[in-house]
Every structure is written in structure tokens, then in C-alpha cells.
């Protein structure tokens, strides 16, 4: 069953704690991304990779980091200097400009 | 990144009427596409539009982008029920495409009134 998994779909954390959000892909896709969305936004690009071991700043990174280790797998760490974490984290995968997303982690930071 | 602006934020139809969200970019893309939202769930893609002037179609759902390829619109006709969600237009978030992300326009809510 090919898809975009994305865990936990709540996750709730302490001020000042770094969090990993996990992205899994089983697509075959080359590039993934991160993206955040605040209530009532649109999505904006926190990080991309197109290829293992490669990543790319979007718009926002500051306070965010992620890593590429293999091609299936994308995490997201959110730090203690991410000014404002709290909102809703979705991963996607695709290929020529086209992006198939996860189901998203909400993300509460207390 | 690129800008994307898009309007209305909100959009309040009677069910059957018809429904329009449109797209606006300073610069020409490269190409842009359609997300949909349902309440709750993540962005679904819809269509995605290449060429100057090109017109697409999907059942009661009609994409156009303009001739400078600056411009789209998503038009809906006799809105239902289903069709409640959230629209977003996306454009390559470098000017050249290939596979960098997207920058995402606000998105229009379309709420249906039975």
C-alpha cells in the first residue's frame, strides 16, 4: 500500500524541548519536503531535499532541522529556537513540481 | 520565494450555485497547481496547469491559467456539498521549477449553505 506516513498525528511538548517529527514515503520518490501551516493559512516550505544526503532551506527554516539519510525517510526536528512551534506539520513527497502530502502531525507546544 | 496572492479568503455559496477562487503572481511561472482541503485533512493535488492560456477540466470543476502565465482561476459549477473545503493555489518556489517545493497562495474556504 503505497503512500506518505507521517507520525504521531498529536504530539504534545513542553516549551524550550527539541521534537523529531518522523516522514516516511514508500512512493519512489527522489525529492521530500516539509511544510507548515497556521490556522486559517496557506502552507509554507520549511525545508526541501531532492536527493539523499541533500537539503535545501525554504522560506522559514530558522529554529527547524532535518536530515536525509535515506531515500524513504525525511524528520523534522523542531528546536527550542523555533520562536513560535506550535501549528500543523505536513510532509510531502513528488517529483517534477507535483507533491503528494502526508496525513500532517499537530504539533502543541505547552 | 516566489509570491502568490489569492482571493477571496472566504467564499459563502448557497449549495448549487457556482463557485471562482482566483490566483495572482508578480512574476510568470513556470507552471501552477490546484490543492483541495477538506476540514482536518492535508492538501490533496488537483490539477496542475503548464501552458499559456491552457483550460482544463474535471466534472463540474474548471482550471485556467492566463496568457502571461501570472494568473489562474479554479471555477466550480453547482456547488455541492463535498466540494467544502479549503482551495490552494501553489507556484514553484524558485522561478525555474523542478522539484524545490512550492509557494503556496492563502487558500479560499468555500462554505456551503444547504
Known amino acids: 500500500d503505497g503512500g506518505i506516513t507521517q507520525s504521531p498525528k498529536y504530539l504534545f511538548r513542553k516549551e524550550g524541548q527539541n521534537v523529531t517529527l518522523s516522514c516516511e514515503q514508500n512512493l519512489n520518490h527522489d525529492a521530500m519536503y516539509w511544510y507548515r501551516q497556521d490556522p486559517g493559512q496557506g502552507l509554507r516550505l520549511i525545508y526541501y531535499s531532492q536527493i539523499v544526503n541533500d537539503f535545501q532551506k525554504g522560506d522559514i527554516a530558522e529554529g527547524y532541522s532535518v536530515s536525509r539519510e535515506k531515500k524513504e525517510s525525511f524528520p523534522l526536528t523542531v528546536t527550542s529556537a523555533q520562536k513560535n512551534p506550535t501549528a500543523f506539520y505536513l510532509c510531502?513527497?513528488?517529483?517534477?513540481?507535483?507533491?503528494?502530502f502526508g496525513p500532517g502531525t499537530r504539533l502543541t507546544v505547552l | 520565494g516566489q509570491q502568490v496572492m489569492q482571493i477571496p479568503q472566504y467564499q459563502h455559496v448557497q449549495e448549487g450555485e457556482d463557485f471562482t477562487t482566483y490566483c495572482n503572481s508578480s512574476?510568470?511561472?513556470?507552471?501552477i497547481q490546484w490543492y483541495k482541503q477538506r476540514p482536518g485533512g492535508h492538501p490533496v493535488f488537483l490539477i496542475q496547469?503548464?501552458?499559456?492560456?491552457e483550460v482544463k477540466k474535471q466534472k463540474r470543476l474548471t482550471f485556467q491559467f492566463g496568457e502571461a502565465k501570472k494568473n489562474s482561476s479554479l471555477h466550480i459549477t453547482a456547488t455541492q456539498t463535498t466540494d467544502v473545503g479549503t482551495y490552494f493555489c501553489?507556484?514553484?518556489?524558485?522561478?525555474?521549477?523542478?522539484?524545490?517545493?512550492?509557494?503556496f497562495g492563502k487558500g479560499t474556504h468555500l462554505i456551503i449553505q444547504p
Open positions: 501553489a507556484g514553484p518556489f524558485h522561478s525555474g521549477g523542478g522539484a524545490d517545493g512550492l509557494t
Open positions: 496547469l503548464v501552458k499559456s492560456g
Open positions: 512574476t510568470t511561472l513556470s507552471n
Open positions: 510531502a513527497s513528488g517529483w517534477a513540481d507535483t507533491q503528494y
